[in-house]
C-alpha cells in the first residue's frame, strides 16, 4: 500500500502547520503584550514613580515650611530685627532652639537692613549682591511669594548640600524686614531614591536647570554628570530640559531604557526615572518561552498520538486488504505480493511456490454444515503452518492454500509430499467416525525472468493434473 510514503509526508506537513501556527499566534501575542506593557511603564508607572517620589519629597517638606512660617511670625523675631538687632547671642540662642527643636540640619535669619545672615552656630556674616551664592536672598526681596524652596550649598556647615526653606519676615505694614530659613540635609532624598531603586529596581535621579545630575543612585548617572555628556541621554538632553515632562526611551550599553521625567518648579529641579526594558519585560519573556515550551511538548504528543492511532489505523487496513479473516493467514492479495517481492529480486534465495488443496472439500460442506467446514480449514491452515515453519503462508482460496516455500523445487517438493501425508492422516473432522480427509499439491520453482502469472499458471496445471488422477498427490512443474 502507498499509505505509509503518504503518512511520511504528510505527519511532518501537518507537524510544521501546527508549529508555525502556535508559534506565529504566541509570537504575536507576545509583541502585543510587550507593547502593551511597554506603554503602561512609560505612560503610568514610571511616572507614579517619580510623583511617589517627589510626595514623599514634598512631605519631609510640609514641617520645616511650617517651622519656617512660625519662625517669620514669631513677634521676638520681628522685634528683634525692629529694635536694630542689638542682641547677637539672643538671636543665636533662638535658632539652636529651633533647630535643635525641630530636628534641623540648619537654622539661620537675614536682615534685610543690615544685610547680616545670623546663623545657629557659625559668626554673622554679611550677604552681598555681588555674590553669586546669596542671589537667593535678594531674589526673595524683590518676590511675590511667601516662601521658596531651593537647593544650594551650606557654606556655614562645609558646604554640604542642603534644602533650604526662606520665608520672608514682614512687619505690621506688609515690609520685608527679613528673611528666616531652616534647611534639611539632602541625604534624606538620596536615601528616598535609594529605597525607590531597591524596591522598584528603577534608577532615579535629580537634575537642576543646567542637566547637572545632582542626586543619583546608580552608576550610569553619578551625581556631577550632565545629561549632555551622558550615553543614550545626550541625543535627548536638549527635549528633556525644555519640556516640563515627557516620556522617552533611549539606548545605553546596547540596552533600551524607557524614561519619564518632569520639572519641580518648587525646587528648580527635574526628577527623572529609568526603567530597564528588558528586566521590565524579563516576566513576560519567561512566560513566553514557557508557553513555547508546552506548545511544542503538546504538538510533539499530539503527533505521537496521530502517527500510533495511523499505525492502528494502517493495521487495520491492511488487516482487512491483506488477512484472511478466517484462518488469519494472508490472504492471496499478500500472497501475490510475497510472490512479486521474490520474483523482483526483493529476495535473492531460491524460492519455489506450493499449491495445496483439500479433495472433495464440497462434500464436507454438504455433509457436516458450512461451520465444521470452516473449522475445517482452520485446523489445516494451522497444520500447514506448523509443517511450513519459515516459509510464507496464505489461504489461496476456498479450500485451496499457497507456501513460498525458501528453497529449489527438489525441497519444495518434499515438503509438499510430508503435508499431504500430514493431512491424510490428520482428524479434520469429528473423530468418531473414522472420516479422513486427503490434499493435493502443485510445486513450481521460480524461474529467472519468469513473470508471477506464469509461476502460478504452473503450479496450478500441475496441481490439476494430480486431481484429475484422483488426488491425494503431489506433482512437480
Known sequence: MSATPSRNRLLPIVGLVLVVGFLTTNVLSYLVSANALRTAIIEHELPLTGNNVLAEVEKDLVRPILVSSLMANDTFVQDWLKNGEADVGAITRYLQRIRNEYNAFTAFLVSRDT???????APPRHVSQDDPLDAWFFRMVDSRFPYEINVDHNRQQGG????????????????????????LDFSSVRNI?????????RNIYFVDASGRIVVSA???????????????LKDIAGRILSEERGDYSFERHGVTILLSQRNIADLGWRVLVEQNEAAALRPLRVGFLTNIAIGIVLIASVLLLVVAAFRRHIEGVRQIAFVDHLTGLGNRQQFERDLEAARTGLDTRLAS???????????????????IGDAVLVRLARLIAEAAAGGQICRYE?????????????????????????????ALTDPD????????????????????????????????RVRANGGNGVATA
Open 115 to 121: 544685610q547680616a545672615y545670623y546663623h545657629f552656630s
Open 353 to 371: 511456490l506450493v499449491i495445496v488443496k483439500l479433495d472433495r472439500f464440497a462434500d464436507v460442506n454438504r455433509r457436516y454444515g458450512r461451520a
Open 193 to 201: 531614591v535609594s529605597r525607590y531603586r531597591e524596591q522598584f529596581n
Open 398 to 426: 476456498g479450500a485451496s492454500f499457497g507456501v513460498l516455500w525458501h528453497g529449489d523445487g527438489e525441497a519444495a517438493g518434499r515438503f509438499a509430499r510430508r503435508l499431504i501425508m500430514a493431512i491424510a492422516v490428520e
Open 218 to 232: 546608580d552608576a550610569d548617572t553619578p551625581v556631577g554628570a550632565t545629561l549632555q555628556s551622558s550615553e543614550g
Open 160 to 183: 554640604a548640600l542642603t534644602v533650604f526653606i526662606n520665608y520672608r519676615v514682614v512687619d505690621h505694614d506688609g515690609q520685608m524686614i527679613g528673611l528666616t530659613g531652616i534647611g
Open 433 to 464: 467416525d473414522g472420516a479422513r480427509l486427503s490434499a493435493s499439491a502443485g510445486v513450481a520453482e521460480l524461474r529467472t525472468g519468469e513473470g508471477m502469472g506464469e509461476l502460478i499458471d504452473r503450479a496450478e496445471a500441475v496441481l490439476n
